[in-house]
């Protein structure tokens, strides 16, 4: 059953690698930068927060499934 999710969902959106690296890449060096100064009480801080943590997370599930096919 996964597998078929899987496939269906590689069939409809097939990412390209090196495009999911370069985003990692970047969401990572930008979650380094705002752990690096913490400012906990500016909702904006706490925004590129969730979004560099999404992206992050996005892009390495996005790679694992490309090292899966």
């Known amino acids: ?4 999710v899987r496939k269906v ?3 409809a ?3 390209d690698p090196r495009a999911m690296v ?9 979650l380094f930068s705002l752990l690096s100064y913490p400012a906990g009480s ?3 801080y706490l ?3 969730v979004v560099a ?3 992050l997370v996005a ?4 790679l694992a499934v490309e090292t899966l096919r």
């Open 22 to 30: 370069i985003v990692a890449m970047g969401s990572s060096f930008l």
């Open 1 to 4: 059953m996964s597998r078929t």
């Open 42 to 44: 500016n909702p904006y």
């Open 59 to 62: 892009s390495v599930a996005m």
């Open 53 to 55: 943590v999404l992206s």
């Open 13 to 15: 959106y097939d990412p």
């Open 47 to 49: 925004f590129g927060l």
């Open 9 to 11: 969902l590689a069939e």
